[in-house]
Every structure is written in structure tokens, then in C-alpha cells.
């Protein structure tokens, strides 16, 4: 079973620095996660392009531009992953995955607004619908 045990066990063998926060309420998307913390939220969003896994972490507040993973990665079919197919592929619930410590390998991007935050500090998916990943970027 994937969640935020498996999660934080994952992490800890890596000797990754990170906190799991919890929540009594769910944070399953951006903007239920804003409203519980005030940081710079990550969200990951599986596409499937060409027949194949992609995992794209990119800022809270944006939204998956599928013309442009098409033109930059050179896909010619982009689609949303279905919830169910999440939960087969990452091992996790949709809302609740983390950028690692997935399933089975997956190709990821990372969003370049991402890599040009000043804050030394984000929020991912942290591996259930209640807990957020607190990690350093350059974890």
C-alpha cells in the first residue's frame, strides 16, 4: 500500500530532509492545500503522452498546458491520466501523489517556474488525502 508511511520510509532511507505535515482537513488539490498552509504549493499531474507515464510537477496556481508538453517534448497524443489509472500507476489516491516513491518508474518534468522560485521551501503531495510533502528544492 502506498500513503505517507510508505512515503516517509522512502525518504528516510535516502536520508532526504523533509517533514510530513498532517491536516484534519483534506488537501487534495491546490487550492484546499492553500488554504491549510501558506507556502509554495508543487502539484503533479500524470499525463499520458505517446502511450507512455509523464509526471508534471508544476506551480499550485498554474494549470497543464498540453500544446505546449506536445511542442517541447515532441508528443503527439497528451492526456489526463483517469483516477483510477493514477492510483495503478503511481500507487497512490489522486490528490495525494508525491513527485517520488511512486509505483513504478515514472518520467518526470519539472515546470522551469518551478526552478526560478526564491523560496527555498515547497509543498508536494505528501501521500493521503490529509498530508502534504514539506521539502526543500533541492531535495
Known amino acids: 500500500m502506498f500513503n505517507e508511511k510508505y512515503l ?43 502511450d507512455k507515464h509523464l509526471l508534471c510537477l508544476l506551480l499550485g496556481k498554474d494549470k497543464i498546458d498540453f500544446e505546449k508538453i506536445k511542442r517541447e517534448l515532441n508528443y503527439k497524443n497528451v492526456r489526463l491520466v483517469k483516477a483510477k489509472e493514477v492510483k495503478e500507476i503511481t500507487g497512490y489516491d ?15 518534468v519539472v515546470d522551469s517556474k518551478v526552478g526560478m522560485l526564491d523560496d527555498e521551501e515547497v509543498h508536494l503531495g505528501g501521500g493521503s488525502h490529509y498530508h502534504l510533502l514539506k521539502i526543500k528544492k533541492k531535495e
Open 8 to 50: 516517509e520510509k522512502f525518504l528516510r532511507e535516502r536520508n532526504v530532509e523533509f517533514e510530513l505535515l498532517k491536516f484534519d482537513e483534506p488537501v487534495i488539490s491546490s487550492e484546499l492545500a492553500r488554504k491549510q498552509i501558506n507556502g509554495i504549493i508543487i502539484k503533479s499531474i500524470l499525463l499520458i503522452c505517446n
Open 94 to 108: 489522486i490528490g495525494a501523489v508525491p513527485p517520488i516513491a511512486h509505483k513504478q518508474k515514472i518520467k518526470t
